[in-house]
């Protein structure tokens, strides 16, 4: 307990009053992200860093006790990449939020805790966009966003977060802080960090401020929504949409997801149909509306029952908004076993109709959406609470959904991180070989592993 | 001797004999690359691998024997990255040369050795594209490319190398071979080891094969050329460019350039313009021709002397061929020593000014050729051979550029690596902090430095 108490009364020495939380009830809300991990643990206090330099005195202190930092942004994470660990520090970023817009490089300057929403909006006050969009993007900050590489709706077209970072300050395990990249578009000098730690969890090391690429504001977008009678039709309907173009958004939900969306926006959805596809065109002029049309053939000879075309703007985006929310929407029949998977195009539907089997056999709901163009569904396992016969079956199905992935050639996260949820699954992904080197990296930047323990490696 | 010896005759044993190369004369092909480093030693063997077996092979006999192994694809490039080390081994990829697509999965699965061109042209069998497109396309590897993380002319829009590498199979210093991503458009699990491979100039491992991402056939382009009365007019219209879109094509060539490309060419070059910008759209229809009007008003409004624009796909071609034999055009004035060093797009107007300054100050002629729409310049110092005093100035003068590029917040290198031409300024460049960082990294993934020593991180 004295070193505890030691630890504590260090924090709170090098912190000023409001960057320090160690009452337990205020603490409990940076224990969990999303994923709500039951094994999430008591922290010993919450810093709340507002700058570069309390972010180092807090790796610092944590270094000399020898005791874990767990970095969160948001707490929208969807792996338990921040459940709290037992006795360490959760060192949140929640108020480092600040965004510069440089027009003239065409880059955003942002702290971790700036929302992608704010990232967003400030960009758009330029005439500018930054393409990467969660379906969180409201609730869901830059820095967690870099540290899982986060998706979203539009990569299909427009890429991935670590498509858009040009540059980082990041505090390392022995508490300095290092500048990567910069506002250059092209820099080979040296090795790849900065996309070293896009994605890494935390892990390596606590991103404090990220620099952006932006590009000029997107045009205008058409959408078509069409609806299936069979799985197999929509995801025969994605390979033939993905054969011959791109699409700046290409969105699949499954009767289960239309249903839940449905209860929520009353906005006419089929509930009949097995499977609803959103997709949507940004090409200029009527070019969109042109592509589109073509769509709409592709879909209605995979097998649609109906299409909807449309390029008005609000009616476009009730149907994105639709899609977004449809995690919300299924969390509302019960607690979410969230599963982040994605195949190789060609076995979309393979994965789709398997999940499909994986919830016959268990007898758990598992409703699917999914970034159909990329290959990277959502399966979202429902559970009841209170019948731990039906969740432990839903703990079968979640580790039984990854292997199906990992057996169709697939990957166990697209997008959300392995965190602490998925952890278990790593190695019979990556393999022996290639977990050995990434712990090799791992040891080589944290070789006291005060970084996020538990989390990615094991 | 008895070492060098056995290692030859392990290597003798283990590799059938049109594997290797140990004749001095025929040795001297593999000794240098197209930056002639004059440094470059004579190595114990060549290794011309036919396969991921024997590239193990090699480099678990260079580890047993303590010698260095220099990887090198097609000797294109241009730092001295594939310099051969004294009495090490070097690793030719040049045999290792197939190429499959898959057009369900749009991916292009390349060996090392096989040319960007080629890769390029197998995708368009299928009506996919392969974007980058370094101005050494027709002669360049796609293993050097993914090593050096290449960009090119259509980089402004498209990216470069590492937006495009979804996977790769590598053999790390200790003869493992492993394999990281694949062709799943989207993966977070684990680190983002894929991304640190790339750019890795051969340092931490040598890739035997990589997924290529693939995209739809680029649309017709339309195409401008803008002819400046001087420098500053030229590189103000590239701001006003892109300030408000994204051209498909942004280059710049100087007077001593456009000089060079005419005495090649004969096409009518205005050899009295201070600068010529090539700038390609490639929106569908008649988006682009309606966008190059837009950017042929900018031209006109920071000073274009001429601007003439063409959506003949020939004569578009034409130009950007014009930009891109710029390099060979200049190197028949001499000897070059070349640049790379890029800035954020603001500065490029003083890097342009500046290094004239320092061609006029040390009496040496530097051609200046850019891919300006992504502030990446390259700075050809051409040097007499024959002239001592002369390469003597003009060393100074290859060192003052990059200088002068940190100095306006700019890189030593945008896209042809550190190799050992670049070395001695990477610390210069990253700082002490961040040299060590790259250290770290370098040797937990080889401790023993076997993997092309004395590039990178001196």
């Known amino acids: 307990m004295t070193h505890a108490a030691d630890t504590l009364e260090a924090l709170a020495t090098a912190l000023p009053p409001e960057s320090l939380v160690t009452d337990p009830p205020a603490m409990d809300a940076y224990r969990w992200d999303r994923a709500r991990d039951p094994n999430a643990g008591v922290p010993l206090a919450v810093v709340r860093a507002s700058s570069t330099a309390e972010v180092q005195q807090a790796i610092r202190i944590a270094g000399a006790a020898g005791i874990p930092v767990v970095p969160r942004g948001a707490g929208s994470g969807l792996s338990g990449g921040s459940s709290a660990v037992a006795g360490g520090i959760v060192l949140s970023l929640d108020r480092m939020r600040s965004i510069e817009i440089d027009p003239a490089t065409r880059t955003a300057t942002a702290e971790p805790g700036a929302l992608n929403a704010e990232v967003k909006a400030a960009a758009a006050a330029h005439g ?4 990467p969009d969660p379906s969180s993007f409201e609730f869901c900050s830059i820095g967690g966003n870099v540290a899982t590489n986060a998706g979203g709706l539009c990569c299909v ?3 991935v977060t670590t498509d858009y970072v040009l540059g980082m300050t990041v505090v390392l395990a022995d508490g300095s802080a290092v500048t990567l990249g910069g506002p250059r578009l092209k820099d080979v000098a040296g090795l790849s960090l900065t996309k070293l730690f896009v994605g890494s969890e935390g892990t390596l090391g606590v991103i404090t401020e990220v620099t ?7 045009e205008a977008r058409t959408t078509l929504v069409a609806a299936f009678p069979a799985l197999a039709s929509a995801t025969a309907a994605v390979l033939g949409i993905t054969a011959e173009m791109r699409p700046a ?4 939900m499954d009767q289960e997801t239309i249903g839940a969306v449905e209860d929520e926006t009353r906005m006419g959805l089929d509930r009949d149909a097995a499977a609803m596809l959103v997709v949507q065109c940004d ?18 000879a995979a097998g649609a029952s109906e299409c909807f075309a449309t390029s ?3 009616e476009g985006e009730a149907f994105a908004v639709a899609r977004r929310i449809a995690i919300p929407a299924v969390e509302r029949r019960g607690t979410l076993l969230l599963e982040d998977v994605g195949v190789p195009l060609p076995r979309l539907g393979d994965l789709v109709s398997g999940i499909s089997d994986i919830s016959a056999r268990r007898d758990v709901p598992i409703a699917v959406v999914a970034h159909a163009g990329d290959g990277n569904t959502h399966p979202l396992i429902v559970t009841d609470p209170g019948d731990p016969a039906q969740c432990a079956r839903a703990d079968l199905a979640f580790g039984e959904v990854m292997d199906l992935a990992i057996r169709l050639g697939g990957t166990i996260t697209g997008e959300h991180g392995v965190g602490r949820m998925k952890q278990p699954w790593l190695a019979d992904y990556l393999g022996p070989d290639v977990m050995e080197l990434n712990r090799r990296v791992k040891r080589a930047l944290d070789p006291a592993g005060i970084l996020n323990p538990g989390a990615v490696y094991g």
Do not use: N, S
């Open 249 to 252: 958004m290409l969105e699949f």
């Open 312 to 314: 008005d703007p609000e």
């Open 157 to 159: 077209k427009y890429g």
């Open 212 to 218: 952006l690429r932006l590009i000029p504001a997107q």
């Open 128 to 131: 500018l966009w930054y393409p």
């Open 283 to 300: 090409e200029p002029g009527e070019h969109a509306a042109r592509l589109i049309e073509r769509v709409a053939e592709i879909c209605t």
